[in-house]
């Protein structure tokens, strides 16, 4: 299987075309590597490059890159609106196909490494490649820029880089390298000068201050065109999404007087991005993701069963999952289909509520219907990705059981392969049991407001997450049985009861 990644490398350049493009051709030159976008802005002296390729010529391509904007940036002569503490800032590795996030990380710490030994530039690691907590976020690294780092590390061990020596490169400062999941960034433009409104509201949307969750903000002067922008990073744009992050900054320039007068996206979005925006703003009735041109085209092309829907045959869509659970496998299995029945369950829900935001007898509750169809549609993603997820952790206890056990040390090893693999097929379905028990709750609190036209929906909904917890719950006590961690069993049979009691039902004896 083909592994594909994307590197999303900031260099402490805007406005030099020549050098910008002299780094993006050091980059480009490897072979496998592509450049999908670039993006200058002279404002921020910031360049953002987009690459994707496999993992290890892209590490190479960025590692080029490092070395050529070492030799063309000058830190000590650079000025702009955006934080830097290096020549190449940052470089965050993100898995896109056949890779995981733990593989990006590696891949971070390897090109981390060899950032120093070739060209002496220290190193941070950052997001999921942290070695201390501190130092996930980025805005913790780059604490007091290029110059400031450059005087705290003269006397301060705690902010020591994680590669290399304890001082800055004279002229290209430091490089955080990490691994993250797809972020957004996103800029809205007002119409102030002031940057201290923009603060504000950046203070007030973002995270660390108690705004939004995944959202990371500062204000930025625009100078050349006389404009104050909240600059923005949506770190996890599912789960906030483009549209909520808009709405918030709208309302929050209410209170000082002014208004977007537009927004912007640097670098590259996930095409669903748009979807979710187009969707909330425009209200469409019946909106599918199937509609789109080029949704439609890829499926054709791949061969997907698109037009089975179209056709009214919905019986085609769901067979091979039932050929599936009916074939004599062990997997996929009641844990499999639990999830299953908690994603379904999430999926009607989202059809209730986007429904029901379409009626006008529902008007004067459509911001809580949109807030609830965003939580339906990450809970639909979260309980489906498990499906597999509660398969391969049965596989993986099957596959304990099947290690040799010759002698004493084969037969200690097993024991210990098969508890631990027992523990992890045991939290999977806890993990859908809690999602299915909220998603319960919640579709429970929609009730008094979707359109009475959509309740009895809503209740199917409502027993087809029940059923997903319960099922997933019985899973977890099959488990259980098996540990001779009586503490971890303790553990996990308070949480199974707590959710069996959310869920309305009479504790359960243990078995026997």
């Not at 599936?324 to 379904?344: H, M, W, Y």
């Not at 579709?443 to 997903?468: K, P, T």
Request: aromatic share 6%; net charge neutral; with cysteine.
């Amino acid at each position: 299987m083909k592994r594909l990644i994307e590197c999303v490398p900031n260099f402490s350049e805007g406005r030099d075309a020549a050098k910008v493009d002299a780094i993006v051709a050091a980059m480009s030159s490897v072979p496998g590597v592509y450049v999908l976008d670039r993006e200058m802005d002279a404002d921020h002296n910031r360049s953002v490059i987009t690459l994707a390729g496999e993992p290890d010529a892209v590490a190479e391509a960025v590692l080029l890159g490092t070395g050529k904007a070492m030799e063309l940036i000058d830190l000590t002569k650079h000025t702009g609106a955006h934080p830097r503490v290096g020549a190449t800032d940052v470089v965050p590795f993100i898995p896109i196909d056949g890779i995981t996030i733990e593989d990006c990380v590696a891949l971070a710490q390897r090109v981390g490494n060899e950032i120093w030994n070739r060209y002496r530039i220290p190193v941070f690691f950052y997001e999921a490649a942290a070695t201390r907590p501190d130092r996930v976020n980025l805005e913790n690294v780059r604490r007091g820029q290029f110059e400031g780092l450059r005087e705290e590390l003269k006397k301060n061990h705690d902010r020591q880089p994680d590669v290399g020596e304890p001082k800055l490169h004279p002229t290209a400062g430091v490089t955080v390298v990490g691994a993250r999941k797809f972020l957004i960034a996103y800029n809205v433009n007002l119409n102030t000068s002031d940057v201290g409104v923009a603060n504000k509201i950046a203070k007030a949307i973002r995270f660390s201050s108690g705004g939004l969750r995944y959202v990371k903000s500062m204000g930025v002067e625009l100078k050349a065109r006389n404009l104050a922008q909240v600059s923005i990073n949506l770190t996890d744009f599912e789960q906030t999404p483009m549209h909520r992050v808009y709405e918030m900054v709208k309302r929050e320039a209410e209170r000082y007087g002014v208004m977007p007068v537009g927004s912007e996206i640097v670098g590259l979005v996930p095409k669903k991005a748009i979807e979710m925006a187009a969707d909330f703003f425009l209200q469409l009735e019946n909106f599918s993701p199937a509609q789109v041109f080029e949704n439609r085209l890829a499926a054709t092309l791949s061969g997907a069963p698109l037009e089975t829907a179209k056709a009214g045959k919905l019986a085609g869509l769901a067979r091979p999952f039932l050929d599936a659970v009916a074939a004599p496998a062990a997997t996929p299995g009641g844990g499999s289909v639990s999830a299953f029945a908690g994603a379904l369950a999430a999926a009607l829900g989202q059809m209730v509520t986007a429904l029901s935001r379409k009626k006008k007898s529902q008007a004067g509750f459509a911001d809580q219907l949109s807030a609830a169809l965003d939580e339906m549609r990450k809970t639909a993603e979260e309980l489906a990705e498990a499906i597999d997820r509660d398969a391969a952790s049965y596989d993986a206890v099957m596959a304990a059981f099947r290690l040799p056990q010759g002698d004493a040390q084969e037969i200690r090893q097993r024991e210990e392969a098969i508890q631990k693999a027992t523990k992890a097929a045991a939290e999977v379905p806890l993990q859908v049991a809690e999602r299915a028990v909220a998603l319960f709750e919640r579709l429970g609190q929609l009730d008094a407001i979707v359109a009475a036209s959509m309740r009895s929906d809503l209740e199917v909904a409502r027993l087809m997450a029940s059923a997903g917890a319960r099922g997933a719950l019985a899973n977890v006590e099959i488990n259980l049985d098996g540990l001779k961690d009586a503490a971890y069993v303790t553990s996990m049979r308070g949480k199974a009861a707590a959710l069996r009691e959310r869920l309305g039902d009479a504790p359960r004896a243990k078995s026997a």
